[in-house]
């Protein structure tokens, strides 16, 4: 077969330096083979029903909504932990953060000097310089407070953002370890955080547009504190609840500077070179920021649907079909091996994610995983197929099938016991491959093992 080759073409292959030599030459010479870029967009604390393509009519989120347009949305999306800080270490890693003890946020009075994303672990940005891409981690990290854990110690070659699990919108917290920073040297930021982080990106692409490009784009929008930028504070007036109207800004704030970026991609003429992923980190903690689950059961902090369930889509022009769904139960763990597949490289056989494009062109059938594990602190949970079974605190052993009720109403732990025996099993098998916690959930929390 002949090809030929773009100046489009040239442009990557020169930007892949010595990776470029060491791809099979059938790769490099396959038609219209182009490393793409990757942009990993990360959402702080956004339920399933935020965004506008899930049914969401009081907030406004055109730009999220095209990726699913524009893409795939997964159905049945899933995170690896219902909080902030684990779900990043699976994300980073794309292996099971149990894998290595990351179970809980760390507890307020954990010494973390030593605390963050172990150094033993590969990250997203180190397998993909090693496919020759450029890195940036812009946003909030939450995966180390000091030096050796951040950002540009673990294969990124750009941060900005802020090191812990929270911000203020409206200030660079000067002086503190939690200051905005560009890699490593504080900033005197003035604009309002999420346009901040929107304007770096949009920066980073401009400046990076001709090489390929990993960005990791993890807004901590819209998790509180409830502060919107001055230039939205008018937006929502129909909105009664003060609460609910300032996350419908901060959200806006989010989709407007997603919008940028796709904008971006676009003029820049990447739209069919560069793969976009949207998720949330973690489901909604109503009660604190006014994010809604609907129509899930529960919220933050527990492995009911409401807190692992989340908004997941992904677009890459020319090669993932544009408005589809796709209803077969996927994780955040994914997002790694998807885009180092697609980048050329090879996964490593720790990691626990599967590349999800054979299943989402339609080269492979089934199902990407043969069952979905959750462990956070006193409570477990496995999906298989669409049954799933939870533990929750004290309450018990729960059995549902999410094909019939996927709100989780109708406990059926007592009717179908070999179901129940099944998917223990399956746990169980799971978890042998765990280690203990490298700290508890609480300074006081007592660790066990006997979960069920
Ligand atoms: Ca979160």
Redesign the pocket.
């Known amino acids: 077969m002949t090809h030929t080759y773009t100046r489009r073409d040239f442009l990557r292959l020169a930007g892949m330096g010595t990776a470029a030599m060491a791809l099979p030459t059938s790769d490099l010479f396959a038609a219209d083979y182009i490393k793409p870029n990757v942009i990993v967009i990360l959402a702080?604390?956004q339920g399933f029903a935020d965004i506008g393509v899930h049914g969401c009519k009081d907030c406004r989120t055109p730009n999220i909504d095209s990726i699913a347009r524009n893409g795939i949305r997964f159905t049945n999306g899933y995170t690896s932990c219902p909080?902030?800080s684990p779900m990043r270490a699976g994300l980073q890693t794309g292996r099971y953060q149990q894998r290595f003890g990351f179970y809980h946020n760390p507890p307020k009075d954990l010494d973390r000097t030593n605390w963050g994303l172990p150094l033993d672990q590969k990250t997203f940005a180190q397998y993909m310089k090693e496919q020759g891409y450029v890195t940036a981690a812009i946003g909030k990290w939450h995966l180390g407070d000091n030096e050796p854990f951040h950002p540009n110690k673990r294969g990124y070659d750009e941060f900005f953002g802020f090191v812990g699990g929270a911000h203020n919108y409206m200030h660079p917290e000067s002086g503190s370890f939690n200051a905005v920073q560009r890699n490593g040297k504080p900033v005197d930021e003035k604009e309002y955080l999420t346009y901040a982080f929107g304007r770096e990106a949009v920066s980073f692409i401009e400046r990076n547009k001709k090489k390929p490009f990993f960005l990791y784009l993890a807004f901590n929008a819209p998790?509180s504190p409830l502060q919107a930028a001055v230039r939205d504070q008018e937006k929502f007036p129909e909105i009664q609840d003060q609460r609910r109207r300032t996350f419908a800004q901060m959200q806006l704030a989010m989709d407007n500077c997603i919008g940028d970026v796709l904008k971006k991609v676009r003029e820049a003429g990447l739209e069919e070179d560069t793969l976009i992923v949207y998720m949330s980190?973690?489901g909604a903690p109503t009660p604190g920021n006014t994010s809604r689950n609907d129509p899930f059961k529960g919220f933050k902090t527990q492995v009911h649907e409401g807190g692992i369930h989340v908004p997941f889509m992904m677009q890459w022009k020319g090669k993932i079909p544009a408005g589809k769904t796709y209803d077969k139960p996927v994780i955040s763990l994914d997002l790694l091996p998807t885009a180092v597949a697609a980048a050329g490289g090879k996964i490593a056989s720790n990691v626990d994610g599967v590349d999800l494009m054979p299943y989402i062109t339609g080269k492979k059938t089934g199902s990407p995983h043969r069952a979905l594990f959750w462990h956070f602190d006193k409570q477990s949970a496995i999906r298989m197929g669409d049954w799933k079974l939870s533990r929750h605190e004290d309450k018990g052993i729960r059995l549902h099938n999410l094909a019939n009720d996927p709100t989780e109403k109708t406990d059926l732990a007592h009717e179908d016991r070999d179901k129940v025996a099944e998917l223990l099993a399956e746990w169980e098998r799971w978890s042998a491959d765990n280690v203990k916690p490298m700290w508890p959930s609480k300074a006081d929390a007592p660790w066990t093992n006997e979960t069920w």
Do not use: F, K, L, R
Request: charged share 45%; aromatic share 0%.
């Open positions: 702080d604390d909080v902030c998790h980190d973690n």
